[in-house]
Antibody, heavy 117, light 109 residues
Framework: QVQLQESGPGLVKPSGTLSLTCAVS?????????WSWVRQPPGKGLEWIGE???????SYNPSLQSRVTISVDKSKNQFSLNLSSVTAADTAVYYC??????????WGQGTLVTVSS | EVVLTQSPATLSLSPGDGATLSCRAS??????LAWYQQKPGQAPRLLIY???IRAAGVPVRFTGSGSGTDFTLTIFSLEPEDFATYYC???????????FGQGTTLEIK
């Protein structure tokens, strides 16, 4: 059974950096999947942030690209999200998920990150 | 960038009714389209992938169809647990990029 679990601060100050980690169990981070981040502002829809492949190549949402970094730690079987220069507009539930060409088949439960001073 | 437009935004129906949800792409996405169900406070759940293939454990009353730019999710005989928000999603080959539709909320009439 594949499981993903997000962790990180629930509160980030404006202009700071949002940092989250997703721990993966039941699958190897080196498998032929994409490891992705998706967010959902309160009461709104889903927004793709970006992904990292098993080979380490990354793709990002063009609207966030200048502020986003996704990395992987194979030794811990986890991947991470850094989003810099955050504002209140970055307040959202952040999900990590496993993806391939058939879609996102496993998701974390999500973690709410609030940007506020 | 491919834009996915879902309609209607809200659909009010009763248990036992049939539901038809639409997802239109701004350019052809072949059959690389998925549908998700999301309930309040929960992560999305994959229902349909490759436009028409039900994910594991998804009831047969959920059917996906379409290709190119027009896709439909049909739910036959709604059950109380089907009232939720539904999203479509596609993946572009190049540049590698995912997009989601804005969602359709299925509410009890």
């Amino acid at each position: 059974q594949v499981q993903l679990q997000e962790s990180g601060p629930g509160l980030v100050k404006p202009s700071g950096t949002l940092s989250l980690t997703c721990a993966v169990s039941g699958d190897s981070i080196a498998s032929s999947k994409w490891w992705s981040w998706v967010r959902q502002p309160p009461g709104k829809g889903l927004e793709w942030i970006g992904e990292i492949s098993h080979s380490g190549s990354t793709s990002y949402n063009p609207s966030l690209q200048s502020r986003v970094t996704i990395s992987v730690d194979k030794s811990k079987n986890q991947f991470s999200l850094n989003l810099s220069s955050v504002t209140a507009a970055d307040t959202a539930v952040y999900y990590c998920a496993r993806a391939d060409w058939s879609g996102y088949d496993y998701w974390g439960q999500g973690t709410l990150v609030t940007v506020s001073s | 960038e491919v834009v996915l437009t879902q309609s209607p935004a809200t659909l009010s129906l009763s248990p036992g009714d049939g539901a038809t949800l639409s997802c239109r792409a701004s350019q052809s996405v072949s059959s690389y389209l998925a549908w998700y169900q999301q309930k309040p406070g929960q992560a999305p759940r994959l229902l349909i992938y490759d436009a028409s293939i039900r994910a594991a454990g998804v009831p047969v009353r959920f059917t996906g169809s379409g290709s190119g730019t027009d896709f439909t999710l049909t739910i036959f005989s709604l059950e109380p647990e089907d009232f939720a928000t539904y999203y479509c999603q596609q993946r572009s080959h190049w540049p590698p990029e995912d997009t989601f539709g804005q969602g359709t909320t299925l509410e009890i009439k």
